[in-house]
């Protein structure tokens, strides 16, 4: 926001050296140029980006809480938006600014349980260290923390009931390619003994990937006994 200062003297004397004359003066005194001089209130308009970017934020991450533990709880068809936005204290206009629609929504609220699950992975190998010194202890930690995450009732519910059907292309969303592609470099390394097949390591990460989804849902059902987890973990092994 630019504000012009305009002068308050006489312009009837107007020539260059009358406006020299002035400039000189006004230059004398430590003012601004009234003829090109102007303030610039750029500070208070960074605050006020701040404070609005910030609230955008806010609000964001209050609707994707909401609706995380209204998914995780009566399921992606049960829940209401207009629920949602009740208990957010906001308007359906409120949250079709930060996502288009209710799967917009979901499918956010699921990309922000993959990254979890990659996080956790990243950590716990940065964690252990040394002792994870081969492609197979890289993979057993890796279905590992996945079966300890799908574990969580809410997650169990939206990622692994909800999600095939109303997230998008839940097959190929990018958090999924990318860890088959990081599985299927490890088992390329561990398969490369002359004798196996160009195509071996990605028919092993499509069955390790069937198989874990299999196995998840027989370990998120609390009708297969409390040590499901701890099975789940020795049929790894």
């Not at 208990?87 to 993959?114: E, N, P």
């Not at 252990?128 to 997650?155: K, N, Q, T």
């Amino acid at each position: 926001i630019r504000v012009i200062l305009s002068s308050s003297e006489p312009t009837c004397a107007s020539g260059p050296a009358e406006r020299e004359r002035r400039h000189d003066s006004r230059s004398q005194q430590g003012l601004p140029d009234v003829n090109s001089a102007s303030v610039t209130l750029q500070e208070p308009q960074a605050r006020r980006g701040r404070a609005r970017s910030e609230m955008t934020a806010e609000t964001r991450a209050k609707l994707l809480a909401l609706a995380r533990e209204m998914f995780g709880t009566k399921g992606f068809a049960d829940t209401s938006m207009d629920e949602l936005t009740a208990a957010a204290s906001l308007t359906r206009g409120a949250l079709y600014h930060h996502f288009d629609s209710k799967t917009g929504l979901f499918k956010a609220v699921v990309d922000q349980i993959d990254h979890e699950l990659d996080e956790f992975l990243t950590l716990r190998l940065k964690r252990l260290g040394p002792a994870i010194d081969d492609g197979w202890s890289v993979i057993r930690l890796s279905c590992r923390c996945y079966l300890e995450m799908v574990l969580e009732p809410g997650v169990q519910r939206i990622l692994l009931k909800d999600a095939p059907n109303a997230y998008p292309d839940f097959e190929t969303r990018p958090v999924r390619l990318h860890c088959l592609n990081s599985t299927r470099e490890v088992f390329g390394d561990l398969l490369i003994d002359g004798k196996s097949d160009p195509g071996a390591a990605s028919a092993a990460t499509q069955m390790l990937v069937g198989a874990m989804g299999s196995l998840a849902q027989w370990a998120s059902d609390p009708a297969n006994g409390p040590d499901r987890l701890a099975m789940a973990e020795y049929l790894l092994d």
